[in-house]
């Protein structure tokens, strides 16, 4: 019997979704899988937004960023009564696989939607916070650093003409991965991130002393998680180094924009791997991607093992 495989979108937008959704039409049509979307993420399972899904649905998305079926925070998923009716939808639909896209929260409710219902499923990392355990890349990330570097490269021909510090704002609620790889790409002069303790006083001198032997300008990359706003480093510049600074928080631009060729490319093996895994009964997996490759990991190990950032990567910024 022909099986039905749905596909939706949790949580924030990221720029790989779109090449995602074609290759999980384009996949699952080729396995002899009849494939659904789902639109606005759990939300739309709970109101049975449901609709079958073949190649027209897909054509010229590829290069589009965000999701062209929508995603969402859901609430209600977080109560065991819509939980139930969203597996009623899905069995309207005789749908038995789905492939879940979002981060730590989505696979949170994923992981309760299958201790419940047994829902087979995979989970798809994406997140441009790139803070999900196991995983060493989520979907969306290299689109979202390629933002950060051409805002920060903007910025800096600005700033080379003027004697100013300007404090950068990136996303990544608690992680500081974004924050971290732009400084190590960018050349900028100081990173804050929350996995790092840090006291401003330690650059105050060395800072004044590079002004004193001809800088001009400082560019400073601050994750958004860590203990002070940016208001307070700029003031901290103003005040304590001597110069006049200028704030600029990136803000969603991060989560849009034309997917990279790594996101697209990253995309296509995902998906390939989650329809992959579902038909060979990983019925409870999230792919994830390591130096290793990728693998599947369980939904539980995912959701129940703190995430760390990359040792190698904090002994840079430490060092």
């Known amino acids: 019997m022909k099986q039905n495989i749905a596909i939706l979108c949790s949580g924030g937008d990221v720029s790989g979704m779109n090449p995602a959704l074609k290759r999980f039409v384009e996949y699952s049509l080729q396995n002899n899988l009849t494939p ?75 992981h309760q939607f299958y201790k419940e219902h047994k829902v087979k499923f995979c989970g798809v990392p994406s997140t441009i916070d790139n803070d999900i355990s196991g995983t060493d890349y989520c979907l969306g990330v290299d689109t979202a650093l390629n933002m950060i570097k051409f805002s920060i490269d903007s910025i800096r021909d600005t700033a080379s003409s003027f004697k100013r510090a300007f404090v950068i704002e990136t996303m990544g609620n608690k992680c500081g991965y974004l924050a971290l790889i732009s400084h190590l790409t960018s050349g900028s002069e100081l990173c804050l991130i929350p996995e790092i303790t840090y006291d401003l006083n330690d650059y105050e001198q060395k800072f004044r002393q590079e002004i004193n032997n001809g800088r001009r300008y400082f560019i400073a990359i601050v994750a958004e998680g860590i203990t002070q706003n940016s208001t307070e480093i700029a003031e901290w510049f103003e005040k304590k180094v001597g110069i006049e600074s200028r ?31 579902l038909l060979e009964d990983r019925n409870e997996s999230v792919i994830c991607y390591t130096k290793s490759g990728f693998d599947y990991k369980t939904i539980d190990t995912v959701v129940n093992s703190p995430y760390q950032l990359d040792s190698e990567l904090i002994k840079f910024i430490s060092s």
């Open 36 to 110: 659904y979307f789902i639109y606005d993420g759990y939300e739309g399972l709970i109101d049975n937004n449901i609709k079958k899904a073949n190649y027209c649905d897909v054509a010229g998305i590829i290069n589009r960023g965000g999701t062209k079926i929508g995603s969402a925070r859901s609430k209600r998923f977080m109560q065991a009564k819509y939980r139930t009716i969203a597996k009623q939808n899905l069995d309207i639909f005789n749908i038995s696989l789905l492939i879940v896209l979002g981060g730590d929260g989505s696979f949170r409710g994923l």
């Open 247 to 277: 704030i600029n928080i990136l803000g969603h631009l991060q989560r849009g924009g034309n997917p990279t060729v790594k996101d697209r490319l990253m995309a296509y093996k995902f998906i390939t791997y989650a329809i992959d895994g």
